[in-house]
């Protein structure tokens, strides 16, 4: 079967950095995307990987090993506007998004 | 620009009633999706299109349906409501091709008693 797997719930402090991590086992691999959500709102793309590496934008950084099956999204000089869900989402072999379940990060002052 | 619209924003719906969810871009996207979102699970793909006039399904079909008749419409249709098919739903398109980043809309929040 398919399955992605993150944290259920992270919680880190206003300015610090954080890491969240996604693990994964699909049928095929055309890229990984992750997507933050705000509670009641949809989700908004954040980034893409499709090869091995770190791809970095602004405070966001995400990170792929395809031979592992992991990626890593890591948040910077956290603002308290960054408490959302976030959402990791890979493509498989019928370029079809499989979803986690996403990781909800608190943000404490 | 609207992006993507989905009408009602939320519904209260009464067992083996019918509804159809409304979905349109204005991104002239060829690809459009529809998902279910659940508490402590991830989104879930009810059924796509790649291009007008197309339909597929996907990981969680049954009791929906879909159509295409032109790129900007994706309906959505609950011919007769499960209490299990209490979710929020989103529509989301996108482009195609390789880079396939998708664009969601607001969501509509659906109870069925």
């Known amino acids: 079967g398919q399955n992605i797997d993150q944290p259920t719930e992270m919680t880190a402090t206003e300015g610090a950095i954080v890491q969240i991590n996604c693990t994964y086992q699909?049928?095929?691999?055309?890229?990984l995307f992750w997507y933050q959500q705000h509670a009641g709102e949809a989700p908004t793309f954040l980034s893409y990987?499709?090869l091995d590496g770190l791809e970095e934008k602004g405070r966001f950084s995400s990170f792929l090993s395809r031979s592992k099956g992991y990626s890593y999204l890591l948040l910077k000089e956290l603002q308290m506007k960054d408490s959302a869900s976030y959402l990791c989402?890979?493509?498989?072999?019928?370029?079809?998004?499989?979803w986690g379940a996403g990781t909800k990060l608190i943000i404490k002052p | 620009t609207a992006g993507i619209t989905q009408a009602p924003t939320s519904q209260i719906l009464a067992a083996g009633r019918s509804m159809t969810l409304r979905c349109t871009q204005d991104?002239?996207?060829?690809?459009m999706y529809w998902y279910r979102q659940d508490l402590g699970l991830g989104l879930r793909l009810i059924h796509y299109?790649?291009?007008?006039?197309?339909?597929g399904k996907g990981e969680v079909p049954d009791g929906y349906s879909v159509s295409r008749a032109n790129t900007d419409d994706f309906p959505l249709t609950l011919a007769s409501a499960v209490p299990s098919q209490t979710s929020v739903y989103f529509c989301?398109?996108?482009?195609?091709?390789?880079?396939?980043?998708?664009?969601f809309g607001p969501g509509t929040r659906l109870t069925v008693l």
């Open positions: 989301a398109s996108s482009k195609g091709g390789d880079y396939n980043e998708q664009f």
């Open positions: 990987n499709v």
């Open positions: 989402a890979v493509r498989d072999s019928n370029y079809q998004l499989i």
């Open positions: 991104m002239r996207h060829n690809a």
């Open positions: 699909t049928s095929g691999f055309n890229g």
């Open positions: 299109s790649n291009t007008a006039g197309t339909t």
